[in-house]
């Protein structure tokens, strides 16, 4: 059976869900999205990420011609028809077609479309082993130029950045912000654990967004569970130098979850292998996707 796209208020097979040439979105990069998933019918934090592409929509002034309950609506059904416990679910809403030129006024009607299918980031022996990354000199696009907060279809920063990791034989890129401190990867979060130099206090920390990071929603689910299991848990401006000596690196991200690392930038983190702390998030990430969510029937 081929898979169902939405488009613009139709469900239509794969092969013919087509958006035209003079459409924004692909002309400019003028547009959002979200990238969602949905664990054994249930879909992890629906309405933290439509909160987000609706707030990615406002900064541009693209008016999402759906509810907020049309849309989770839409995303069921889109589910349901394509029979799908288990998916990725990738929410695109464009400028629309318009005639050449920048003008967004040139463009009458937003493009919608969801595409359901699955995703699978990362191999399962680097959950196991953790990742080599590299940071790379693309630096992350300022906030006061392409904020990073807004979920845009414009994402060749992190492409460039992306680039780089595959020249320098990563999967994942560490990219720094326009001061130099970190700011987050090409597609996740990072998180690091530190410990003061008496060794007794462990505390998990992340860059705060406003420092040139996506609020990733898989990094909210993290610290909000870190501080369930009574772990400090900080947002702190950081450096390359804190995450060398750092006892434990992992990133997180609607496809990767959490996934540890173990190098960067040839330094050996912790002891090399992937640390306590991230084991027991992930379970507790894990426990979460198969618990908290909203709800769909199988078709
Ligand atoms: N930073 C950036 C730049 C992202 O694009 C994250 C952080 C993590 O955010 P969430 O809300 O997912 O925890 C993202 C999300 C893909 C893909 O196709 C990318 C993301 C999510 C899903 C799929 O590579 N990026």
Request: contains cysteine.
């Amino acid at each position: 059976m081929s898979k169902l796209i939405y488009l613009n208020g139709e469900w239509v097979p794969k092969d013919q869900a087509k958006v035209s040439v003079f459409d924004h979105g692909l002309l400019y990069g003028d547009g959002v999205f979200e990238g969602i998933r949905s664990y054994n019918n249930l879909i992890f934090k629906l309405k933290e990420h439509l909160e987000r592409l609706w707030e990615s929509a406002h900064t541009l002034m693209i008016r999402i011609p759906l509810s907020k309950q049309e849309m989770e609506a839409v995303i069921i059904k889109t589910l349901q028809r394509n029979q799908l416990k288990d998916a990725y679910i990738r929410v695109v809403v464009t400028r629309g077609e318009g005639d050449l030129g920048l003008d967004p006024a040139n463009c009458k009607t937003p493009t919608v479309f969801v595409i359901t299918d699955m995703i699978k980031l990362y191999p399962d022996s680097l959950y196991r082993k953790g990742l080599d990354l590299v940071t790379v000199a693309t630096v992350r696009n300022l906030p006061e130029a392409v904020n990073p907060s807004i979920k845009s279809l414009n994402y060749l920063n992190n492409i460039l950045a992306k680039i780089e990791a595959k020249n320098a034989g990563c999967v994942e890129a560490i990219m720094l912000n326009h001061q130099g401190y970190v700011a987050e990867c090409t597609g996740d979060n990072i998180f690091i654990v530190s410990e003061d130099y008496s060794g007794k206090e462990k505390i998990l920390l992340t860059p705060p967004a406003y420092l040139g990071a996506l609020r990733g929603i898989t990094r909210d689910a993290i610290l909000d569970l870190a501080r369930k299991k009574g772990i400090r848990a900080e947002e702190r401006v950081m450096t390359r130098h804190d995450i060398f000596n750092a006892q434990e690196v992992f990133l997180t991200g609607t496809a990767a979850e959490v996934i540890p690392v173990v190098k960067v930038d040839g330094r050996v983190i912790g002891d090399g292998t992937p640390g306590k702390i991230t084991a027991t998030l992930l379970k507790a990430f894990h426990r979460l996707t198969r618990t908290d969510g909203v709800r769909y029937k199988p078709l």
